[in-house]
């Protein structure tokens, strides 16, 4: 037997048009879009009028299931993807972590953490090292793994961090693979260097962690990686960029015809920090992530970045920690494991903040919260369309009803939510595809 489902009379919104028509899915495939379709008795009948009828969010930047600083994140591929699919986001692209610093060991671990899944999902490859081996595996993984997107950190002294000299030869052996090379783009050093100003200050609590790593810092990477990528003549992916001064080294080489994307987060477009540091540790700590929330201005000009195309896509960098991980770093902002939560948010967070202000059309909407990704990390038009042919990962969005995100109605596993008390559409969710 198969699955039919007619969806009546919405308005249908692709990144390219928007129209009023039925779409036909039979087995999780996008069978017809048009007006007027007509079905056999055995269909099941979906009034959609007066509601948008649009492509699955795509997240392109996630962290389930991810050992990190001492600890790890809350969410796993099951609640995680949960809460993405309350939020209207079918689909998301992960960050393998490396095992013993083998990508391959890595690719295994994280294809056992994602059995657990209930959508698709992607892998980009994080490279936590870089030596002659994980130069060898990472053909492995473009060539037999389906890995097609790697990124380096500049960030992260003693730990993650890489230097500029061996960054270059990523950048270089991405180019050789056709491979797209990704950079968290804060200069290590300095940071380093801040956090222990901050510390020979005596501010050890969450403020000291923004204090330590302002924009400059993003700004002075964000360059370098630019100009290094343009060296190596390569396309660069910016992931997070939370910052007036790295948006403006982005909007100068993409205006000079460089290959660059630059992916703000949620986080960066919605909040500021004003008012964030409470006294209260717990409350001040959930708002930790790297690169941090910026100062009141950043917010909006990268909303303005986005609305004129510098910026091509938003994501998420979901990343939760509970308020007992959080307290590890209760005596030092330097321990407090980094990220904030968001995949089930952006969809929401992004059409109040964008469209109902009036500074992205509702067509804009789906290019940055799904068609984009799709088609920068080849999945288009299979996702973030609906065409026929295309996967049913379909949402339906009513403009008009309105629901209170907060901690204790979210569906992620964290006890904190860095959006609670903000305003979301009321969506459904469609999701044909068998997930084996
Ligand atoms: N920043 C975060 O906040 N969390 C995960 C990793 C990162 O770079
Ligand atoms: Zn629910
Ligand atoms: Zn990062
Ligand atoms: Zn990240």
Redesign the pocket.
């Known amino acids: 037997s198969s699955s039919k489902l007619l969806i009546k009379g919405g308005t249908v919104l692709n990144a390219h048009q928007q129209e009023v028509a039925d779409v036909y899915v039979e087995d999780g495939i996008i069978v017809a879009v048009k007006p007027n379709i007509k079905v056999d008795e055995d269909v099941t009948l979906l009034d959609a009028t007066g509601k948008y009828v649009m492509p699955g969010g795509i997240d392109p930047h996630t ?1 389930l299931a ?1 050992e ?1 600083m001492g600890t790890e994140t809350i969410d796993d591929f099951f609640s995680g993807q949960a809460a993405a699919l309350a939020g209207g986001t079918t689909m998301h692209i992960d960050f393998v972590i490396p095992v013993n610093g083998s990508l391959v060991a890595g690719f295994e671990a994280y294809k056992k953490k994602a059995k657990k899944s209930c959508m698709n999902y992607g892998f980009h490859m994080a490279i936590t090292k870089w030596d002659e081996s994980v130069s060898r595996e990472m053909e492995i993984m473009v060539k037999e793994k389906g890995i097609n997107s790697f990124k380096f ?1 500049m ?2 002294k003693g730990s993650l961090m890489i230097s500029d000299e061996l960054l270059l030869q990523g950048l270089e052996r991405c180019k050789s693979l056709g491979a797209l090379a990704m950079v ?1 783009a804060e200069n290590g050093d300095a940071v380093f260097e801040g956090q222990k100003r901050m510390i020979d200050l005596g501010i050890t609590g969450p403020e000291g962690h923004a204090l330590s790593r302002p924009p400059v810092l993003e700004g002075e990477a964000t360059a370098r990686a630019i100009r290094l990528a343009k060296f190596v003549n390569t396309p660069l992916y910016v992931v ?1 960029v939370m910052s007036i001064d790295a948006m403006e080294e982005i909007a100068r080489a993409r205006k000079s015809g460089q290959k660059v994307i630059g992916e703000p987060v949620v986080s960066g477009l919605v909040l500021n920090d004003s008012g964030l540091w409470d006294p209260d540790f717990v409350t001040a700590a959930k708002y ?4 941090p929330i910026r100062e009141s201005g950043h917010d909006k000009a990268l909303q303005a970045a986005l609305s004129t195309g510098v910026l091509q896509l938003v994501g998420t ?1 979901h ?1 939760t920690f509970n308020s007992t991980q959080k307290a590890f770093g209760i005596d030092d902002f330097r321990k407090i494991p ?3 939560n968001g995949i089930e948010e952006r969809m929401h967070l992004v059409w109040d903040t964008m469209v109902e202000s009036g500074q992205i059309s509702v067509t804009d909407f789906v290019r940055i919260t799904s068609t984009e990704c799709a088609r920068i990390f080849n999945i288009y038009p299979r996702k973030g369309a609906i065409l026929v042919g295309s996967d049913a990962d379909i949402i339906i969005f009513n403009p008009n009803s309105s629901f209170e995100i907060s901690a204790s109605m979210h569906h992620s596993r964290t006890d904190t939510n860095v959006y609670d008390g903000r305003k979301g559409k009321v969506m459904s969710i469609f999701l044909f595809v068998p997930y084996a």
């Open positions: 962290h991810m990190f950190f960030a992260y968290h997070h930790v992530m790297s690169p960098d990343c980094n990220g904030v």
